[in-house]
């Protein structure tokens, strides 16, 4: 088939697919009567407003329409109806007590289709199958369950200290490697390597075409224009692989009888069928493939904010080493028993989740039937996006909100804790949170009460300003930055050492 026949033919589909959404719209227009659309920036006919889709950092485009249009900003994309949401109380109104019908998700042909991401429970429509999948995370990442890992989320956290000892210019790779090996111990009970940075690129809004006009995906790859498949068959290899590759290891090891004890052993354990076979195995095998993927990447950049702020903000250093010598002491090591008696340290936790939030958008909501909110339809089927970004940095609620900050998080009166918008809203809440604060708290504890952060400084010995400033993506990183992480002490390392050695594998 010729070049030429190809642009005929994708050209007669894209029209015909605006052709068919401006039909949509129109029967939209008859469904809701008297009420009118949130407001938002002027649509082009049959494109909408895909023009002015910003490709990244969206939150910060979401936050200049605000002061134009309000707390509800509408848009559509060849016919397809997004609203950024940019209050907390309006987020709440539709996420949490409308959940009914904002709790499933809209469909990322990129991300489900192409690169096969469709087994991730954040990514599963609201229904049955989503259910299912949630109930078997429950006793594992809700209290109680959730608190049988703070001894491995412990030793974890003091043999990351040992690294950072020896190797502290490597602090990125070593937390990396680090909370990947913690959250692949507690899934399955050994280690895998991560591959989720192509996801985190490929769900962003705005960031393919093929996530607004579906029909893209069946566009060949040397097709001109097609550069994304190429993207996406790197991303179908490695989506495929964390989802099978630990699992098969984990089953192989229950089989024999040698398996450790993970979430994957139990699940299989209490899973094995009259005959011998594992009911439920598609399910076993996403749930925990689902814990990786969710907590790895997003522990990692938190932790990478908090290094950020301890170079930038030294005075909320000090307070929070301050507050862990007159609690700790100079002869052990912080232990989770110690946190309700270590207030700053907490603080400093939550200001890093909401001062560089790891998913500023959150994760997009959909509803599934129309909808009347304070005077404005919401059709069925419109993605509607948390601009979690700018509800962590309203100045009417959090005070000088681009500062670090963690005293606003203490005293009879704190701020609004960012707990309530960094994990999401509604039914579609992060299942991991409490596993992730347990394992935030516990590398920062260590990490203030062992080891000074400071800028690092050149050849010559100039400082060498951190840059603030992060990649795109549905989850963001930090950009590579570098620091200089030394011991507060001879005292203090050999203190860690001594701990480390004692440890029980």
Same mark, same amino acid.
């Given at each position: ?11 007669? %589909? ?76 309006? *987020? ?14 809209? $469909? ?83 280690? %895998? ?74 699940? !299989? ?166 596993? *992730? ?7 920062? *504890? ?38 200089? !992480? ?15 050695? $004692?440890?029980?594998?």
């Amino acid at each position: 088939m010729s070049l030429y026949l190809l642009d005929i033919i994708v050209s007669a %589909v894209v029209t015909s697919w605006m052709i068919c959404s401006y039909t949509s719209r129109q029967h939209e227009t008859q469904r809701k009567g008297e009420f009118q659309l949130p407001p938002g920036p002027k649509r082009l006919p049959l494109v909408g407003n895909i023009f002015q889709m910003p490709r990244s950092r969206e939150w910060l485009k979401a936050a200049e329409w605000r002061s134009e249009y309000g707390d509800m900003v509408y848009l559509e994309n060849l016919g397809r109806p997004l609203i950024f949401i940019n209050s907390y109380e309006i *987020a709440v109104d539709l996420f949490e007590k409308r959940s009914a019908n904002y709790s499933s998700r809209p $469909s990322f042909p990129m991300v489900n289709d192409l690169q096969k991401w469709d087994w991730l429970i954040a990514l599963m429509p609201y229904g049955d199958a989503w259910r299912k999948h949630r109930s078997f995370l429950h006793n594992f990442l809700e209290p109680p369950g959730v608190l049988g890992y703070k001894d491995i989320q412990y030793k974890t956290s003091l043999k990351l200290l040992k690294r950072l000892l020896h190797e502290p210019l490597q602090f990125e790779r070593h937390i990396r490697t680090s909370i990947g090996a913690m959250i692949m111990m507690i899934a399955y009970g050994h280690e %895998v390597e991560q591959a989720v940075s192509l996801f985190s690129i490929s769900a962003a809004p705005g960031s393919f075409l093929v996530n607004v006009v579906p029909f893209l995906k069946y566009i060949p790859e040397w097709f001109p224009g097609a550069a994304f498949q190429k993207l996406a068959k790197r991303g179908r290899t490695f989506s495929q692989a964390m989802l099978n590759n630990p699992h098969d290891v984990t089953k192989s090891e229950v089989l024999k009888g040698i398996a450790r004890p993970s979430m994957t052993s139990e699940l !299989i354990g209490d899973n094995i069928g009259e005959k011998g076979e594992i009911l439920d195995e598609d399910v076993i095998s996403r749930v925990t493939g689902a814990v990786y993927a969710g907590g790895a990447d997003t522990s990692v950049s938190t932790l990478l904010t908090f290094l950020i702020a301890m170079m930038l903000n030294p005075d909320a250093q000090n307070r929070g080493q301050e507050e862990l010598d007159r609690v700790i002491g100079s002869e052990r090591m912080p232990t989770f028993d110690d946190q309700e008696n270590l207030p700053f340290v907490n603080a400093i936790c939550l200001e890093a989740m909401r001062w560089a939030p790891v998913a500023p958008m959150g994760g997009p909501h959909a509803s599934t039937s129309d909808d009347i909110y304070n005077g404005y339809f919401i059709p069925e089927g419109t993605t509607l996006i948390a601009n979690q970004w700018l509800m962590l940095h309203d100045p009417s609620v959090y005070t000088d909100p681009e500062a670090f900050k963690p005293e606003r998080h203490l005293g009879a009166q704190p701020e609004r804790d960012p707990v309530k918008i960094v994990f999401g809203f509604g039914r579609r809440f992060c299942p991991g949170r409490h596993l *992730a604060q347990q394992s935030i708290f516990m590398t920062v *504890a260590n990490i203030l009460h062992v080891f000074n952060v400071t800028k690092a400084r050149d050849e010559d010995g100039g400082v060498i300003e951190p840059r603030v400033e992060y990649k795109p993506g549905l989850i963001r990183h930090p950009h590579p930055f570098k620091c200089a !992480i030394s011991p507060r002490s001879d005292a203090k390392a050999a203190l860690l050492l001594q701990v480390v050695d $004692s440890l029980d594998d």
